[in-house]
């Protein structure tokens, strides 16, 4: 913000002009969703954090594990699991380097490691691709779970497109994203994280109780060596997509209170903690017993190949569409502080309730109108796994650790970093590559809108 030239051009008129200028920056401050609030508990952390990190992708990590087979399967699940946490660690840790300032958002450490253009042009895409692509997602999600829900109560009824399901999905979002900020929602964000530890657990506890199938086979389904490969890729996509929390924790640890005795990394880390021990205890059992029970037969819901007992294929679904809306939330609110700062800082709009109202339901039909128009769900995932979410999750925060820190070269630290950073790469340069196949292959059957 420039300061008003003042009339008599003396030190004291733009003074106050910079003084009102700060005091209009504070107000905005307090408007926006981000920084509004800054009393969350670490606990908040912890479930906003699984919230944002068990998807429903975790429904299709069996389906990843038949495309990746049991030895690379269990490998780059345990291995993400351990690249993640320490990717989010340095998050933890960077959000506060600076005395005196915070990086309220990922973008702001962007610009804080590669300058103020530079850090824009590599952060906000990245971000916005992973957040609006979540959304997107989701809305696809809670919709077949509306539809696979309502199949499965009532056979026999007739049948509602898909179309409706996810318009009756997104109704919701319409009421819950004027909450104002993560602590609004920090409610809707508990119910979600429950619901996603009983969905997981419902789908490997019903898992066991069918037992291992008796035509069962472990190898890799596809006939042709091409074929393999692809699907290989497309599962390394399914896999980044499911450690995807990074995008929103500098976020999330923007609500917590910090005083220079007690930063707000300790709290925030406990959280991160508990949220990594339940996406453990959410994914391993899903993936592993899932897999060793229907092998490469296994559909990439896991809910779909368990179909009986109804009632608690009904129930898990109706899980996953609560969770999802939950989800939805924790990614959006990131995306309508990014909308609503241009908005306000750039464009000068009067921070109002109108303003938010409009932005954020055009957002949602957005989102609504483009899960409506291409829902083929599984090979989107993939997609955008690799394309996005192995960036902002597996490497990016150990670049901007390098070019921060600085640590001596060939020291333990440099090395992880750039194990990190190897490692990110081949995932953002392989998952795509399955990821697109498997949209090509679904899209030729495809009509729109039927």
Same mark, same amino acid.
């Given at each position: 913000? /420039?300061t008003q030239?003042?009339?008599? !051009?003396?030190?004291?008129g733009n003074?106050?002009s910079?003084e009102e200028?700060?005091?209009?920056?504070?107000e905005?401050d *307090? %408007?926006?969703p981000?920084?509004?609030?800054?009393?969350?508990k670490?606990?908040?952390s912890?479930f906003?954090?699984?919230t944002?990190?068990?998807g429903a992708?975790?429904?299709? +990590?069996?389906?990843a594990l038949?495309?990746?087979? %049991?030895?690379?399967?269990?490998a780059?699940?345990?291995?993400?699991w351990?690249?993640t946490?320490?990717?989010?660690?340095q998050?933890?840790?960077?959000?506060e380097m600076v005395?005196?300032?915070?990086f309220?958002?990922y973008?702001?450490?962007?610009?804080y490691?590669? =300058?103020k253009?530079?850090? +824009?042009?590599i952060?906000v895409p990245q971000?916005l691709?992973? /957040?609006?692509?979540v959304?997107i997602?989701?809305?696809v999600?809670?919709g077949?779970?509306?539809?696979k829900?309502h199949?499965?109560?009532?056979?026999t009824?007739?049948q509602?497109?898909?179309?409706?399901?996810?318009m009756? @999905?997104?109704s919701?979002?319409?009421?819950?994203?004027?909450?104002? !900020?993560?602590?609004?929602i920090s409610?809707?964000s508990?119910?979600?994280?429950?619901?996603? +530890?009983?969905y997981s657990?419902?789908?490997?506890?019903a898992?066991?109780a069918?037992?291992?199938?008796?035509?069962?086979q472990y190898?890799?389904?596809?006939?042709?060596a091409?074929?393999?490969?692809f !699907?290989?890729?497309?599962? +390394?996509?399914?896999?980044?997509f499911a450690?995807?929390?990074h995008?929103?924790v500098l976020?999330?640890?923007?609500?917590i209170?910090s005083?220079?005795?007690? #930063?707000?990394k300790? #709290?925030?880390?406990?959280?991160?903690i508990?949220?990594y021990?339940?996406? *453990?205890?959410?994914y391993f059992?899903?993936?592993?017993i899932?897999y060793?029970m229907?092998?490469?037969? $296994? /559909?990439d819901?896991?809910?779909?190949s368990?179909?009986?007992p109804a009632?608690?294929i009904a129930?898990? !679904?109706?899980?996953?569409?609560?969770?999802? $809306?939950g989800?939805y939330? $924790?990614?959006a609110?990131?995306?309508?502080?990014?909308?609503?700062?241009?908005?306000?800082?750039?464009?000068n709009f009067?921070?109002?309730?109108?303003l938010?109202?409009f932005?954020r339901?055009?957002?949602?039909?957005?989102?609504m @109108?483009?899960?409506i128009?291409?829902p083929f769900?599984g090979g989107?995932?993939?997609f955008?796994?690799?394309f996005?979410?192995?960036p902002t999750?597996y490497?990016?925060?150990?670049?901007?650790w390098?070019?921060?820190?600085? #640590?001596?070269?060939?020291?333990l630290s440099?090395w992880?970093?750039w194990?990190?950073?190897?490692? =990110?790469?081949?995932?953002m340069?392989?998952s795509?590559?399955? =990821?697109?196949?498997? $949209?090509?292959?679904q899209?030729?059957?495809?009509?729109?809108?039927?």
């Amino acid at each position: 913000m /420039e300061t008003q030239p003042s009339s008599d !051009n003396g030190y004291a008129g733009n003074n106050t002009s910079s003084e009102e200028n700060l005091k209009r920056q504070k107000e905005i401050d *307090a %408007w926006l969703p981000i920084t509004s609030s800054r009393n969350a508990k670490w606990w908040y952390s912890a479930f906003h954090n699984v919230t944002a990190m068990v998807g429903a992708g975790v429904l299709s +990590l069996p389906y990843a594990l038949s495309e990746l087979g %049991w030895g690379p399967g269990v490998a780059i699940l345990v291995l993400s699991w351990i690249i993640t946490l320490y990717t989010l660690w340095q998050m933890v840790e960077m959000h506060e380097m600076v005395p005196g300032k915070r990086f309220d958002r990922y973008h702001e450490l962007g610009q804080y490691a590669f =300058g103020k253009k530079l850090g +824009l042009y590599i952060v906000v895409p990245q971000q916005l691709i992973v /957040e609006v692509g979540v959304c997107i997602v989701y809305m696809v999600t809670g919709g077949k779970s509306l539809e696979k829900f309502h199949d499965t109560v009532c056979s026999t009824c007739k049948q509602i497109k898909l179309t409706y399901f996810i318009m009756i @999905f997104a109704s919701v979002h319409f009421v819950l994203s004027h909450l104002p !900020n993560f602590n609004s929602i920090s409610g809707v964000s508990l119910a979600a994280a429950v619901m996603s +530890l009983s969905y997981s657990t419902i789908a490997w506890g019903a898992s066991v109780a069918k037992g291992v199938q008796p035509e069962v086979q472990y190898g890799y389904k596809a006939k042709t060596a091409a074929g393999t490969v692809f !699907n290989f890729f497309s599962g +390394l996509g399914d896999i980044a997509f499911a450690y995807a929390g990074h995008n929103v924790v500098l976020e999330i640890q923007a609500t917590i209170p910090s005083t220079p005795e007690k #930063p707000s990394k300790g #709290p925030m880390w406990k959280g991160v903690i508990v949220a990594y021990i339940v996406v *453990a205890l959410c994914y391993f059992p899903v993936a592993l017993i899932g897999y060793w029970m229907f092998g490469n037969s $296994i /559909e990439d819901n896991i809910l779909i190949s368990l179909e009986k007992p109804a009632w608690l294929i009904a129930m898990a !679904n109706i899980f996953v569409v609560i969770h999802v $809306i939950g989800s939805y939330q $924790i990614y959006a609110i990131p995306v309508f502080d990014m909308i609503e700062t241009v908005l306000v800082k750039k464009l000068n709009f009067r921070p109002s309730t109108t303003l938010r109202f409009f932005v954020r339901n055009f957002y949602v039909a957005f989102t609504m @109108f483009i899960a409506i128009t291409f829902p083929f769900f599984g090979g989107l995932l993939g997609f955008f796994g690799g394309f996005a979410f192995a960036p902002t999750t597996y490497f990016l925060p150990c670049i901007i650790w390098l070019a921060i820190y600085k #640590p001596k070269k060939f020291g333990l630290s440099w090395w992880t970093n750039w194990i990190c950073i190897v490692f =990110g790469v081949c995932l953002m340069v392989l998952s795509p590559i399955g =990821g697109l196949r498997q $949209i090509i292959l679904q899209a030729k059957e495809y009509e729109f809108y039927s």
